[in-house]
């Protein structure tokens, strides 16, 4: 039999020499060889069983021989175990045939299988039940949802055609004693029992074919059960439902659904209900070895529970569940009325009815977010069994995904978690009210808008259409905790970012949620705000300032041209200032606890999965290394300065530990301190203050926004008084006094007097000078220039002189009557600065303005009486 052999042989042939085998021991071995040799079937035509009878027939002969010597002559140890082992095979053996000739016997006159095309899909003409109504809906929504293919695709797929009868010696590699459950050495239990094999391809072949019956008619389904009483299995109750949930899996859920949840005839809910009828026979016949316990498990189908709440195919799951619950709810009928109520049809489906409202939640979540229930990256099968896990799926990602395809706006979504809460309409569908037919089709109905995964970044926008509720509104206690979903907001955000570096709103909208977990001081705050820097923000500041050698998260192609972009690298910049700066608040500021608290939990019995610790915050609080405050400053110090410096090479020079910035844990370094003070430093902070002046617009300034250069200013020693008077002095430079004038008398006392009456009183002097010089042009006006006093004149004139025309530009013109209010705020602050020579100089500007104001007002009186 040997593949590669050149001996013309038929089936009388390997007979024959079968025959001459001596040994015993061979004889088994022979035996099982035999029974899995394809080439009998193949290349001598042999089909069924029947040859396998013959060999099994002389095997009984030589055993009865063997047997009749023993009991002549006597034996040993040895012989005995020989004569034990070769009994053992033929009864394995036996059991074999009598169960594939069953199973043959009705292959051969039962040559067609009910299709998909089957019968007609005119539901609503058939009689069905809620439960079976909502299992077809949902088998309609799932067709064409994105989650069919990603989420619903079969576990394990039969690749052979069930269609044709199964060939003997593939009924018997299913049933390898190799392979055999609870076996002893010649693949039989202490009970006589044949399990299938433990290798899934062997096993879902004969599986296929042996609930094949299933799929025809009740009166055919008998002979699944006949099959495995054959085997010795028709009381491993356990083992019937295992079998049984694993073939289940390999059909469509429509082929489940028209055969099996409507008519009086269902052969799945037939064969099911006998199962569990016949464990209540056991337990009458042998209630020492089969006790109460026992059957309620049965009678509960625990073991196919189980089962299913481990599929991913959740419709299938769902369709499949109906008919268990179907079969349990007769049969635990009619044993409550045999056991007076002992074993209840009430507590027998109320596990199934519990896991198909479970199932129901987790078709909304699945469908509504079309697969997409992993949004931070995690990749795990989407089953009852591993939601109910704490630590495997985060509801709070559901439903910030969810509001994500419906707005950016944080506030907007606030104001709907806010709504949720409150709602009186708004329930639980893992509860008995997700069973009404009000509520299961406000269900069905936010399932079923198509929501395309291009709306996370394009979000469809809120609606008042009552028809597509939020997942808010079916899990609104977690609305209580608006900060573990804006930092979910802020991972998914930054996460669609990274795809895509050139829509920067996807960033900033991640850095307004994270505003908002800041501001409620939640523990996570901190390590939200690290991890969106340190897998977003870090690498491409790193690219920036020293190129891709080391930066493998990122795409050089797609970033290189967006880093050249001054637009996009300005507000890049921005975007990365803004959150060290938070980081930075963060990390010295006191947090609160953001657990669940324990009372939280008191609608656990009704909102399933209950409320819990958030998986992935946990994670990420629990990783996060600790923050250094002169790293954060450095880091800070140096996104500020990149956009003021030719090239980052002059950086090197006042930057320590320049070339260690923006690693992977940079930011939990202890940076060596930075030189304080330099002019090159001080030059940096003054420009930048003047294009924070040069960009103010408003009317009225009635706060600074500019905290990224005081951090900057503080890092490099240059306290926020500085930084406050070169603002209010070059928003006088450029004749804002008006915007800043409530501004700058708050703020007095938190300004370097004695530098802004330095710089103000240049600025005064250039305005003087020029209004002397406009009113020298003017006939009218000679005279009030003959007013002033000579040295004062002088003195503006050589400090005015020092300044170049193109400097002088920087210094915007206004009115003699502004810049006599400035001289004279300027005076009052002189009261506070220990300088003789200064306090004279302003007292003498401040006698100057008054003095031209006064005559050139007068002036114009007089021009106006003339007229």
């Known amino acids: 039999l040997a593949p590669e052999t050149n001996i013309t042989f038929n089936f009388q042939t390997v007979f024959m020499t079968f025959k001459q085998i001596r040994a015993l021991s061979d004889l088994g071995e022979g035996l099982d060889i035999l029974s899995k040799c394809s080439e009998l079937e193949d290349k001598m035509v042999v089909t069924g069983s029947d040859f396998h009878s013959q060999i099994v027939s002389h095997c009984k002969y030589r055993l009865e021989l063997a047997k009749q010597l023993e009991i002549n002559e006597g034996s040993g140890m040895i012989r005995k175990a020989v004569i034990s082992d070769l009994s053992s095979k033929i009864a394995y053996h036996e059991r074999l045939i009598n169960a594939y000739n069953d199973l043959h016997h009705f292959e051969l006159k039962n040559d067609r299988r009910i299709s998909d095309a089957d019968d007609s899909d005119d539901w609503e003409a058939r009689r069905l039940s809620a439960w ?354 804006a930092a979910h907001r802020a991972l998914i955000l930054a996460g669609l970012w990274g795809q895509t570096p050139d829509n920067l709103d996807l960033i900033k909208s991640s850095i307004a949620a994270l505003k908002i977990v800041l501001d409620y001081s939640a523990s996570f705050s901190l390590a939200a705000l690290v991890e969106v820097y340190q897998s977003r923000i870090r690498p491409v500041c790193r690219a920036m300032i020293f190129g891709f050698d080391d930066v493998h998260e990122l795409s050089q192609d797609v970033v290189l041209p967006l880093i050249n972009d001054p637009l996009w690298i300005r507000d890049f910049s921005t975007i990365t200032k803004m959150i060290l700066s938070m980081i930075s608040t963060c990390e010295s500021a006191t947090m609160v606890s953001s657990s669940i608290s324990s009372s939280a939990t008191d609608t656990e019995h009704e909102m399933w999965p209950p409320l819990r610790e958030d998986p992935v915050l946990k994670s990420l609080e629990s990783k996060r290394r600790s923050v250094h405050p002169s790293s954060v400053d450095l880091h800070h110090a140096v996104i500020f300065a990149v956009p003021l410096m030719n090239d980052t090479k002059s950086l090197e020079a006042i930057i320590p530990s320049f070339f260690d910035l923006f690693l992977l844990g940079s930011l939990s370094l202890e940076m060596p301190p930075m030189p304080q003070g330099t002019d090159q430093q001080r030059t940096m902070i003054d420009e930048a203050i003047l294009v924070q002046a040069t960009k103010a617009s408003n009317s009225i300034i009635d706060r600074f926004d500019f905290e990224d250069i005081e951090w900057v200013a503080k890092a490099w020693g240059l306290d926020s008084k500085y930084v406050h008077t070169r603002y209010f002095v070059e928003m006088i430079r450029l004749g804002k006094d008006s915007s800043i004038d409530d501004l700058l008398g708050s703020c007095i006392n938190s300004l370097d007097k004695e530098l802004f009456v330095n710089e103000v009183r240049e600025i005064l002097c250039v305005r003087l000078d020029a209004t002397i010089a406009s009113l020298k042009k003017s006939r009218n006006y000679r005279i009030v220039v003959s007013l002033l006093d000579a040295d004062t004149s002088r003195y503006v004139h050589d400090i005015a002189a020092k300044f170049t025309p193109s400097k002088s530009e920087n210094y915007a013109p206004v009115s003699l009557f502004t810049t006599h209010s400035l001289v004279m705020r300027t005076q009052s602050m002189c009261e506070d600065i220990d300088d003789e020579v200064k306090r004279k100089d302003i007292d003498a500007l401040c006698l100057m303005s008054g003095t031209l104001l006064k005559a050139v007002q007068a002036q114009e009186q007089q021009a106006a009486i003339d007229i």
Request: neutral net charge; aromatic residues 8%; charged residues 20%.
């Open 132 to 485: 079976a109504s909502e299992a077809v809906t949902w088998i309609s929504l799932s067709d064409g949802n994105e989650a069919q293919k990603t989420r619903f695709a079969s576990s394990f797929s039969v690749s052979e055609n069930n269609e044709k009868p199964l060939r003997f010696s593939k009924f018997a590699q299913a049933c390898s004693p190799a392979n055999v459950k609870k076996k002893n050495r010649r693949g039989l239990d202490c009970n006589g029992r044949v399990y299938l094999s433990g290798i899934k391809k062997d096993r879902m072949l004969l599986l296929g074919h042996v609930f094949r019956p299933l799929l025809h008619d009740v009166f055919v389904y008998r002979v699944t059960n006949s099959v495995f009483n054959r085997l010795g299995i028709s009381e491993d109750f356990e083992a019937l439902q295992q079998y049984f949930g694993e073939w289940a899996m390999t059909l469509s859920p429509i082929t489940v659904a028209k055969s099996n949840l409507s008519g009086t005839w269902r052969p799945m809910v037939r064969f099911l209900q006998d199962l569990v009828m016949s464990a209540y026979d056991m337990s009458q016949q042998s209630p020492e070895t089969f006790d109460a316990l026992a059957l309620e498990k049965v009678v509960q189908l625990e073991t196919l529970l189980k089962f299913v709440t481990e599929v991913e195919d959740l419709p299938k799951a769902f369709t499949i569940s109906v008919v268990c619950l179907d079969a349990v709810n007769v049969a635990s009928k009619l044993i409550e009325e045999r056991t007076y109520g002992k074993v209840t049809q009430v507590e027998s489906v109320l596990p199934w009815e519990n896991l198909l409202r479970n199932l129901r939640l987790c078709l909304l979540v699945c469908l509504r977010l079309t697969g997409d229930v992993s949004p931070t990256g995690a990749v795990n099968p989407f089953t009852v069994k591993s939601v109910n896990q704490p630590d495997v799926f985060s509801t709070y990602a559901w439903i910030a995904r969810d509001e994500l395809s419906l707005s950016h706006d944080n506030q907007v979504l606030l104001a709907l978690e806010s709504a949720c809460l409150s709602s009186s309409e708004a329930f639980y569908p893992s509860s008995i009210d997700g069973d009404t037919v009000t509520h299961k089709r406000s269900i069905l109905e936010s399932c079923s808008c198509h929501r395309p995964s291009s709306s996370l970044r394009n979000p469809t926008g809120l609606t008042n259409d009552d028809h597509s509720r939020p997942l808010i509104f079916y899990l609104k206690d977690h609305a209580n905790y608006p900060a573990h979903l």
